[in-house]
Structure formats: C-alpha cells, structure tokens
C-alpha cells in the first residue's frame, strides 16, 4: 500500500541514535514513535520516547504534518498484509494504526486542497510500520527500552545515543567518547575496536581486539597507508568475533568492497550528518582506484 512501508529494527535504532549538538529525539519535527499495543504491555516497557495510541485515535494532523519520521509498532508485525478475512487480526495492530493515519492525511490534504496539487499533500514521508515489532526490536536492543512515559526537553536534549548500526550486529560507528563508555560496550556487546585518533581509547574491555591508528583530525592526515591494515584487521576478527567500529572513517574503509558512491550512500543513511573532510574523501577516492584499478566516483560533485 503506498504511503505504508517497513522498517527494520536497527533502521529504528539509527534513528533514535541521530545526533547533531544533542540529540535529535530533542526536534519537535524529528520522530514521532508510537505504541499501538495494549495499556498493560506498554506499562511493562516500551521503546524509549514512545507514546501509546489511546484506542487506535490518530495523533493531531497539525502534529504529523511535519514529522520526519512517523514510526508504528505492536508486538510482532513482521508484513504489510492484513488478514484475509478482510478484518486486522490481533499482531495487526500497527498495520490497522498506519492505515487510519493515511485515511486521515487524505483527508486532510483534501480538505486543504480541493484541487489535488502537490502542494496540498500533508505528509512527505511514509509511515514506518516496525518489522517484528516491540518483541524482535527489544530482543536486539533492551537497553533501548524503558517504562519511562513523559520525557522533558532537557532529558531529551541530555539523552546520550548510542553508536550508529552500519552492520547489524556487526558493524558500529561512534565518537571517541562512546568508544570508552563500557556500558556501551557491555550492551552492543563489542569484542574489537578501531580507534582512529591522536588518544588512545580508555577502559576497553578486557581480552577484546584492539587496532589504534595515531592520526590528527586535519586535511593532511594520511590515513591512506593505513587502510590495508584496518580491513585486514575486520576481516581477521570478523571470522571469530562480532567487530565494533568507532570512527567515521572506517565504515567507508571497510565497504568499498563496492565503488565509493554506494559505500558512501550507504553509511550516509546510517549516519544521516556524517561529513568528512576533503582530505580523507581524495584519500577514499585513492583507495577506490586501488582497489578497482580506475576511479569510480567523481568526488568533485557537491555530495562529496
């Protein structure tokens, strides 16, 4: 059904765990993540920020109009087909909630413009319905959940997100910071780290994998002839180990198994302000010629 599409459960999490200054759970217009489960299991736990639907109503028109992301889970939803029988079954539920929503921006966008331009449309983006619901998302990510119900402003604007998923499970990009934190750690379960950075990371656990490339932050670093090094050492501890990731260089590193444009717009939708400097984007395009024996991507366009 247009207008309705899946999300995966750590496409969720990269979007609870987007960060500018602070994090963006703090934007009015950034997420609205809505439970469309029963009072008693959403009093148990829920995923963090989320809201109930109070029996199936719709949010405000005025409050969806603008949102980034509408997201919709129940326990276990795991397609976009609803039951033969013509009715929603019970595991449904969100399926049933997301179609009210697109009932009611129809709606909506008929009433602001009776003559169907572009212009009357209510919402640009789809609503987001959670594949597997709260019990896959929660099974992946339980220290995303909480019974917490109201969220002030400045709790949301101190929420500390977690590193961004680049391969579920496997693969993670964060800041130095994150990289130290042992919660972290423990919850992400990360057994290897590639630190990329003049200091040296602090409390990494103990018997984990541990690569440091002792570069400065600046257009001149070369991290060029450290990059055979930092695949060799994923792949060696991917065989054995689970591998974490901190730095945003080594995600693009680490996937140009394909031509850097894809790598490139696929870390970007991970980590939606990932914004490197020129110098190490020649550096990755050098890396792309190596690797493929001719240059693929034109980083002279302004994406780049």
């Not at 290897?192 to 002792?214: D, M, R, W």
Request: some cysteine; proline content about 5%.
């Amino acid at each position: 059904m247009a207008g309705i599409a899946l999300c995966e459960p750590h496409c969720l999490y990269n979007i609870l765990n987007q960060k500018r200054r602070v994090s963006r759970l703090a934007e009015a217009n950034y997420l609205c993540l809505l439970d469309a489960r029963t009072q008693h299991e959403y009093n148990e736990s829920h995923i963090i920020t989320a809201r109930r639907i109070e029996q199936y109503l719709v949010p405000d028109s005025e409050e969806l109009r603008c949102v980034r992301y509408c997201v919709v889970y129940d326990c276990e939803t795991s397609s976009l087909d609803y039951s033969s029988k013509g009715r929603y079954e019970e595991s449904e539920v969100s399926f049933y909630c997301a179609d009210l929503f697109l009932k009611q921006t129809e709606l909506e966008a008929s009433r602001l413009d009776p003559l169907g331009e572009e212009g009357g449309q209510f919402t640009r983006h789809p609503v987001l319905i959670l594949r597997g619901g709260y019990k896959r998302f929660s099974a992946c990510y339980h220290f995303l959940s909480t019974q917490k119900i109201l969220w002030m402003p400045q709790e949301l604007d101190n929420f500390q997100p977690y590193p961004v998923e680049i391969l579920p499970e496997k693969l993670y990009m964060g800041n130095f910071k994150q990289a130290c934190d042992q919660q972290i750690q423990r919850n992400l379960k990360i057994k290897a780290q590639v630190n990329i950075s003049e200091q040296p990371a602090t409390l990494f656990a103990e018997g984990g994998k541990y690569l440091h490339i002792p570069v400065p932050d600046s257009l001149e670093a070369d991290l060029f002839s450290s990059f055979a090094t930092i695949c060799h050492f994923i792949a060696l501890v991917a065989k054995v180990l689970s591998p974490g990731s901190y730095s945003v260089q080594v995600p693009n590193i680490y996937l140009l198994s394909c031509c850097l444009q894809r790598a490139w717009d696929y870390v970007l939708q991970c980590k939606t302000n990932m914004r490197p400097h020129r110098g190490f984007v020649k550096q990755l395009s050098d890396w792309e010629t190596q690797i493929y024996g001719t240059t693929i991507t034109d980083i002279s366009e302004p994406n780049y």
